[in-house]
C-alpha cells in the first residue's frame, strides 16, 4: 500500500460563528486553543511507524487565521515530526479580518504555496445578512498581504443565490476581484485543486 496521502488538519476555531455553517467550528474557545493544537500533534504521532509522506496539505476550518502567532507553526513542525511533509500543494484558509501581514508570513515560512480566502460576498447586506464580520475592504487588504509576501496561488469561497442576491451582483462581484488582482499581476493566478490517492483527517472533533 502506498505512504503517499493527503493530509486535511482542521482548526474549529472562529471569532464568529456564521449561521450557515455547519462545520465543526466555535467562537470564544481560543483558551482552548495550545490544547487542541497539543492533542493533534499527539494524534499525528500515532501515525509514526506508518513513514508516511504528505503529498498535499490542507488546513481548514472553522478560521486557521485566528490562531496566535506561532501557533500554526508550532502545528506543523509537531506534525512533520510524524508525517513527512514533502506537498506538492500547501493551502491554509483564511478569513480576511484576521489574515494580517504578520499571518501571511507564518502562512509562507510553514511552507503554504495556496491561500484559500473566505470571501463569500462582497455586498455589506449580502455579508451581514450571512453573519460574516469582515468588509469587502477587509479581503482587499488580506489580499494584499497575501501578495506582498509572495503567494502567487490565492482562492477565494464564494457564495451564490444568496437571498436578495441579484445576477448583477454576482457579476460585478466577479469583475470586481478580477480587476483588483489584474492591477498587481501582469496575469490573473492559478488556482488548483489539491489531490491525492488518498486521504487522511485529523484534528476533526467535537469541542463540546
Known sequence: MS???????????????????????????????????????????????????????????????????????????????YINIEAKEFTIEANPESFSESKAREYKSVGADRVSMGLQATQPELLRAIGRIHSYQDFLNALDNAKKIGFKNISA????????????????????????????????SRCTAASSRRRMRIGRCSML
Open 3 to 81: 505512504n503517499t496521502i493527503g493530509l486535511y488538519v482542521h482548526i474549529p476555531f472562529c471569532k464568529s460563528k456564521c449561521g450557515y455553517c455547519d462545520f465543526a467550528s466555535y467562537s470564544g474557545l481560543a483558551d482552548k486553543e495550545d490544547a487542541y493544537i497539543n492533542a493533534v500533534i499527539k494524534e499525528a504521532e500515532k501515525y509514526a511507524e506508518k513513514e508516511l509522506t504528505a503529498e498535499t496539505v490542507y488546513i481548514g476550518g472553522g478560521t486557521p487565521s485566528v490562531l496566535k502567532e506561532g501557533n500554526l507553526t508550532r502545528l506543523v513542525d509537531g506534525i512533520s515530526r
Open 157 to 188: 469561497d464564494l457564495m451564490y443565490s444568496l437571498p436578495g442576491q441579484t445576477r448583477g451582483c454576482w457579476l460585478c462581484l466577479g469583475f470586481s476581484i478580477y480587476q483588483h488582482m489584474r492591477s498587481s499581476w501582469s496575469r490573473a
